[in-house]
């Protein structure tokens, strides 16, 4: 269970979601026709031992038809395309000058090593102080390819403070990613995230998200999605490290009504873009998270 002031370490609680994912992303860059390459994942997927990750990143886990076999199958292709997706926001944010980029709930993110950063740009990396330490001491021996600068924090505590006292210039335009983050904050805490970024936004920054729609209704759903996720790792109580989506606002309607402009776009279409072919029975569960974007109002009339 979820206490206000939880903290942990890579293999622990919400730590390991960042492992998951990035096991996703390592197996992904396996593949001969793989959409984005992320030479840093296995590396820090296999630094912490042998365990049901490291399947995923050698492609081992049931894809069966079963009920674990199709969630595998959802997550992996959902993680693929807000990979390519938000890679692809960074890009545009660098090519229209943006030289500052926070990262909320970095995890095991290598973009300040992999993305191609126009020189000056700084990476902030936020995270709980226990990831942040294992990425750093994992990558010791690599060099970023922007200026990255980690802020330790708890991302429901006072973090801005935190970001201005390792530099943060909030009169600069920033380009935010929140990328598998808001499930994991009350929602009383999504909110003052929200709040804080559009306070430290010069005009044209840019924030960038995915929101989840619910879990598949039911009560057996929810326990059949908990069931195949521990599968893949028995330590992953998925259900008890969200928090509940009661009073929790719609990311895209809050910086709408803040005065930001607001896209949207659907994780299949990314990936079919691409030309990855989706499966429908996967398409339809992908469809339930929603990958955002929205650039802040530039104070001009
Ligand atoms: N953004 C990364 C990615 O997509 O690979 C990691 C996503 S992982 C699903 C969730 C991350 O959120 C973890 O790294 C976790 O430590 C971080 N996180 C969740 N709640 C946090 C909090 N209150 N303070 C700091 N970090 C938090």
């Not at 002031?5 to 990035?22: K, M, P, Q, R, Y």
């Not at 069966?64 to 990979?83: E, K």
């Not at 902030?124 to 942040?132: A, C, G, I, M, Y």
């Not at 930001?260 to 398409?283: C, F, K, M, S, Y």
């Amino acid at each position: 269970m979820r206490t206000d002031d939880d903290s942990w370490d890579i293999t622990e609680s919400v730590g390991v979601t960042a492992l998951g994912i990035a096991a996703l992303r390592a197996a992904e860059t396996r593949r001969p026709d793989a959409l984005f390459r992320d030479p840093y994942a296995e590396r820090l997927v296999t630094g912490v031992g042998e365990g049901g990750w490291q399947g995923i990143v050698r492609g081992q886990v049931d894809s069966g038809d079963d009920r674990a076999g199709r969630l595998y199958r959802t997550i992996g292709n959902f993680a693929i395309a807000r990979t390519c997706y938000f890679d692809a926001y960074f890009e545009s944010a660098a090519a229209q000058g943006i030289r500052q980029v926070v990262i909320l709930a970095s995890g095991l993110d290598a973009r300040a090593y992999r993305l191609a950063w126009p020189p000056g740009t700084v990476v902030f990396e936020l995270d709980q102080p226990k990831v942040l330490a294992y990425k750093a001491a994992t990558l010791a021996d690599m060099a970023p390819a922007a200026e990255r600068r980690e802020v330790a924090v708890d991302l429901r505590q006072d973090w801005p403070e935190a970001l201005r006292r390792n530099g943060f210039d909030a009169s600069a335009p920033t380009a935010w990613l929140a990328e598998g983050l808001l499930r994991y904050l009350p929602a009383a805490a999504q909110d003052r995230l929200f709040e804080a970024v559009a306070a430290l936004s010069a005009p044209g920054s840019r924030m960038a998200l995915n929101i989840g729609r619910g879990e598949p209704g039911s009560e057996q759903a929810r326990r059949q999605r908990a069931e195949a996720v521990q599968q893949l790792d028995p330590g992953l109580v998925l259900n008890s490290l969200w928090y509940s989506d009661e009073g929790r606002s719609d990311p895209r309607d809050w910086f709408a009504a803040a005065g930001w402009v607001v896209a949207q776009a659907d994780p299949v279409a990314v990936l079919t873009e691409r030309g990855r072919a989706v499966p429908d029975e996967v398409a339809e569960d992908m469809r339930r998270q929603i990958l955002m974007t929205a650039i802040s109002p530039t104070g001009e009339r």
